[in-house]
């Protein structure tokens, strides 16, 4: 059983779900016994997250983006297996930007696509903030918000640029495995 003891987890607002999703094998510490639940979380990090709870397994797409050589080899095989799986696509440069950090609308899409969820590219989605959201986003940003994985941040926000932390990675991946 992983060691549940971080240094700095203790009365975070999403201290159950962290503990809960390291339990379940989607997401670890670090070697200096720290979670780091306010940190920003990357591309790559998040794919390892996605591929982890989703259980994804199989032999994985072959890469073919310009920047592939800057994925980690402990992220590569989730980034296969997510490409196969049509979670992840890249970005129109073809790049894939392992170490930039993920956008809130760009977590939303992920998980949508791992859900396969029904997603309407002319939606609006009930945010404060909906202008905001990039229209490639919004149909996965309200097809999320329906099914309750994720609820914004204050005043309705849904912040759809804003760097996602560690801690709502651990909370909006809890919710998607709770629909699936």
Do not use: C
């Not at 971080?6 to 670890?28: N, T």
């Not at 780091?36 to 397994?57: C, S, Y």
């Not at 196969?84 to 696509?89: C, D, L, P, Q, R």
């Amino acid at each position: 059983k992983p060691e549940m003891a971080f240094s700095d987890i203790s009365g975070h607002w999403a201290e159950a779900s962290i503990k809960k999703a390291v339990v379940d094998g989607i997401v670890a510490g670090y070697p200096d016994g720290s979670f780091k639940p306010n940190h920003p979380v990357t591309r790559a990090e998040f794919i390892v997250m996605l591929a982890g709870a989703m259980k994804l397994d199989g032999a994985g797409a072959a890469l073919h983006f310009q920047d592939q050589d800057q994925i980690g080899s402990w992220a590569k095989g989730a980034a296969a297996l997510a490409v196969e799986a049509g979670i992840v696509s890249g970005y129109e440069d073809g790049s894939f930007r392992p170490d930039a950090k993920i956008t809130r609308a760009e977590m939303a899409s992920m998980i949508a696509q791992a859900l396969k969820a029904r997603v309407d590219a002319n939606g609006q989605t009930g945010f404060a903030d909906d202008e905001d959201i990039p229209n490639w986003a919004k149909g996965a940003v309200e097809a999320i918000r329906k099914l309750g994985i994720v609820s914004g941040r204050g005043g309705n926000q849904f912040a759809p640029n804003d760097t996602a932390t560690r801690a709502e990675a651990v909370v909006m991946l809890l919710g998607m495995l709770e629909q699936n």
